[in-house]
């Protein structure tokens, strides 16, 4: 039987991000951390974040986000703080150095693989077509 192609397609982008040119390893490798806490300081420094709203974010329990965020916390990467009007909420806060670190996750993560640096100039100009019709993101 043939596979639908749509299904093709998607197995193949998935393998090429997630199997040929994953970052993950890498990036926790150079900042010493895992994963789930290189994902919850990308997020706190786009933006401060509640408690909650980063337990949603990470897709995690609570109990797990403070275990997360605390050891943020201890390494100086994030501050949390409570809300005057309600101590019981916490914010967390990237700090100079979570920042910092933040911005070599993004550099890592983002950096082309081999394959796609090679690609041709029209090439280049299609995918990037066809990945922004396909992307809810528009940057």
């Not at 490798?29 to 290189?38: H, T, W, Y």
């Not at 275990?67 to 990237?94: I, N, Q």
């Amino acid at each position: 039987m043939t596979e639908e192609p749509r299904a093709r397609i998607w197995r193949r982008m998935r393998s090429l991000v997630l199997d040929e040119h994953d970052r993950r390893k890498q990036v926790c490798r150079e900042l010493g951390m895992s994963f789930i806490r290189v994902k919850a300081l990308r997020r706190v420094a786009r933006q401060t974040m509640t408690m909650g709203e980063l337990t949603e974010a990470l897709m995690t329990d609570r109990p797990y986000t403070t275990v997360v965020v605390g050891d943020l916390e201890r390494r100086g990467l994030v501050e949390r703080t409570s809300e005057p009007h309600d101590r019981r909420c916490k914010k967390v806060t990237a700090t100079a150095a979570g920042l910092a670190a933040a911005r070599e996750a993004e550099r890592i993560l983002n950096e082309p693989p081999a394959p796609l640096r090679e690609l041709g100039a029209d090439d280049l100009a299609e995918l990037d077509r066809i990945l922004t019709a396909l992307s809810a993101d528009p940057d």
